[in-house]
């Protein structure tokens, strides 16, 4: 192990090591992890994909990250071409001290400096230390060159040099000699574009000999006399190489933005579906429908049943493939232990099925199964399935957080309802008790000494509380009927002024101290409503501001039309309602415990009033009273064209 300072400033120690697929990487993580548990720093294992790569290697460096992952470094992917640029701007964000990296070796076909060499230059700021490996027989070096080099691109490379050479002689007569170097140098550049480095390296040589065997003299050998033709000849090898070189690098950096850009949008795709779902069962759905949709492989989610021990298949996509007992050990195995199990993994990988755990928050919600028969090892890790399934756990606790607060909140207002309930009940029910029960006792035992206005007054108490008795049960009804949603609409036309003088009538006994104001105007239509249902709301917001209008005070009652809409305004000169009470004065045992909500009441009837005229799809607020005396209570009903006016208008036209 050789280490070289350069310039190391004092901060904290942390390690970086740099991996590909050469064979070196088993080496250098072994190594990194001696040095990060020796100092007890922070280490990371990085690799940087230029796009050349070829799947032998990138299968080798699945299985190095994985070993870096279990020996407790953190993994990360970096992209771009220049592997020492993109790996010093990394050290750099990371507050790196020290790289590792591999001792290189040079090759005769690669004319680039070596990673190493780069990194000396152009750190300033780190130590570096290079681990030796065993170096590979060159017979290894040649069988991994033709293992990621399709042959089919050194056939397209020749099929180009021979065209090139078709046209050449073609033009022979036209063009000087060094012009016929262009065309076989558009050649090497369309190889490069299409196929690689190396391959285009290829049409480079090709190029050099054919142009030098076909068109220099002496012609049909590689013998050459005249000067100019030498120079002329080497400098297009030499232009060749290069111009092949950089259109491969070219086409490289292209295919791997593209490869980038493509999985970005699918990534973001899947994210945006997931964040739209409102619930657990929907984020399962979105996710096998999405993943379903790019992969076209069979799915599964399966989570734990309700029983210990059981599992329970959530949702599926794709054909219906049913799971053996070895998969369910596999899909066990993965929730318990929030690794992956099954195909390329190191549990059970003879299934066809590969099953990743959907963890968050370090808890595993549910395993995702995927049928990868059809797959090889280094296609899987391409696609990156573990952003989906990391998305997917997020979401996942996201819902599921979502539905714990919701299912708090419920809980929360049924005991806040329950509360005020028996709350309610203990007050409105035995005040109007006692005093029955009293009126009636003294009615019994005193009869013979009562006067007949005590008596008849007693009488009065008995019948008024009962009265205020049965309203408050009746209320009590209606809300139940209207939480449970069981309140009938039976519409019918009826004038407003009829509901109105209706609901008068029925508060009489409580408008003696008070006086009224009615402001109808004439031209009202019908509505089309439940006409019992609207009297009572007309009859609670009648006496909820009458009980707290003072004596001799003006109830003010008007109605007008706007637009589609009748509104109707009931407003008292009372102690008004709050601003912030505004809103809540129709919740179901809401009392402010002042103004016209006082602790009186039993929090019932405006709550019932917003209940009914929701029903027939209106409005009802709370507004301050005229010239901010009071409260008003605004009613706003939808009007419907009646079958009269209906025909009247289909009269006129």
């Known amino acids: 192990m050789t280490s070289i300072e350069c310039k190391s400033e004092s901060k904290p120690e942390a390690y970086l090591v740099a991996v590909d697929g050469s064979g070196q990487g088993e080496a250098l993580v072994r190594a990194g992890r001696r040095l990060a548990n020796r100092g007890k720093a922070h280490w990371t294992v990085v690799t940087v994909d230029n796009g050349r790569a070829g799947p032998a290697e990138r299968q080798r460096l699945e299985q190095i990250l994985e070993l870096a992952s279990r020996s407790g470094a953190e993994v990360r992917r970096l992209r771009g071409h220049n592997v020492a640029e993109e790996l010093l701007a990394f050290a750099k964000e990371q507050n790196i001290t020290t790289l590792i990296l591999g001792r290189s070796y040079s090759r005769w076909w690669d004319f680039r400096q070596s990673t190493g060499r780069r990194l000396l230059k152009q750190a300033e700021t780190f130590d570096i230390t290079f681990v030796p490996a065993p170096r ?21 490379a020749v099929a180009s040099v021979g065209a090139a050479t078709a046209v050449s002689m ?105 964040a739209s779902a409102p619930d657990i069962t929907t984020v399962q759905h979105e996710a096998i429908e999405a993943l379903y949709a790019q992969l076209k492989i069979p799915l599964v989610i399966v989570k734990p049943g309700q029983d210990k021990g059981d599992l329970e298949l959530v949702t599926q996509g794709g054909p219906t493939h049913t799971l053996n007992e070895a998969a369910y050990s596999a899909i066990d195995w993965a929730m318990r232990n929030g690794k992956p199990s099954g195909a390329f993994s190191d549990t059970i990988n003879r299934l066809p099925w590969r099953f990743e755990p959907i963890e968050a928050d370090g808890e595993v919600y549910a395993v995702l199964g995927l049928r990868v028969d059809s797959m090889t090892p280094e296609y899987y890790r391409g696609l990156a399935i573990g952003v989906y399934v990391h998305q997917l756990g997020l979401a996942w606790f996201r819902t599921q957080l979502a539905a714990n607060l919701s299912a708090s909140r419920v809980a929360e207002e049924t005991e806040r309802l329950r509360s005020a309930l028996l ?54 009804l209606d809300m139940t009927k209207l939480g449970h949603g069981t309140l009938e609409i039976e519409r019918d036309w009826i004038a407003l002024t009829d509901i109105l003088s209706s609901a008068l009538r029925r508060t009489k006994s409580m408008m003696a101290r008070v006086g009224v104001e009615r402001d109808v105007a004439d031209d009202l239509p019908l509505l089309f409503v439940h006409p019992a249902l609207i009297e009572q709301a007309l009859v609670n917001v009648i006496e909820n501001a009458a009980k707290f209008a003072p004596d001799g005070s003006t109830l003010s009652i008007r109605a007008y039309r706007e637009m589609d809409e009748l509104v109707i305004t009931i407003a008292d000169e009372g102690p008004g309602i709050p601003e912030h009470q505004r ?7 809401f009392t402010g415990g002042e103004g016209d909500r006082s602790p009186h009441g039993s929090g019932l009837g405006l709550a019932i009033c917003h209940g009914m005229v929701a029903a027939h799809g209106g409005r009802i607020q709370a507004l301050a009273g005229p010239d901010n005396r009071g409260a008003t209570i605004e009613i706003t009903l939808p009007l419907i064209e009646s079958p009269e006016q209906e025909s009247d208008r289909e009269s006129i036209e």
């Open 136 to 156: 590979k027989p060159r017979r290894h070096l040649v069988e991994h060159l033709n293992t990621y080099t399709e042959w089919s691109d050194y056939a397209w």
């Open 423 to 476: 709350s309610s009940i203990s007050h409105d029910l035995r005040t109007p008790l006692a005093s029955m029960i009293g009126s009636a006792s003294t009615l019994k035992s005193m009869s013979n000494r009562l006067s007949d206005e005590d008596r008849e007054s007693l009488l009065d108490s008995v019948l008024g509380e009962g009265e205020r008795l049965d309203r408050y049960i009746r209320n009590l």
């Open 170 to 274: 073609g033009l022979e007569n036209a063009l000087p000699l060094g012009n016929l170097s262009l065309i076989f140098l558009t050649s090497v550049l369309w190889v490069a574009a299409r196929t690689g480095i190396r391959p285009a390296l290829f049409a480079a040589v090709l190029s050099f000999l054919t142009y030098n065997y076909f068109f220099t003299e002496p012609r049909l050998t590689f013998h050459m006399v005249e000067t100019d033709e030498l120079l002329t000849v080497v400098l297009f090898l030499i232009v060749a190489v290069m111009g092949g070189n950089l259109a491969g690098r070219l086409r490289d950096q292209v295919q791997m933005l593209r490869a980038s850009n493509d999985l970005t949008d699918a990534h973001l795709h899947f994210t945006r579906r997931l």
């Open 583 to 589: 809103g809540q004065v129709f919740d179901r045992f």
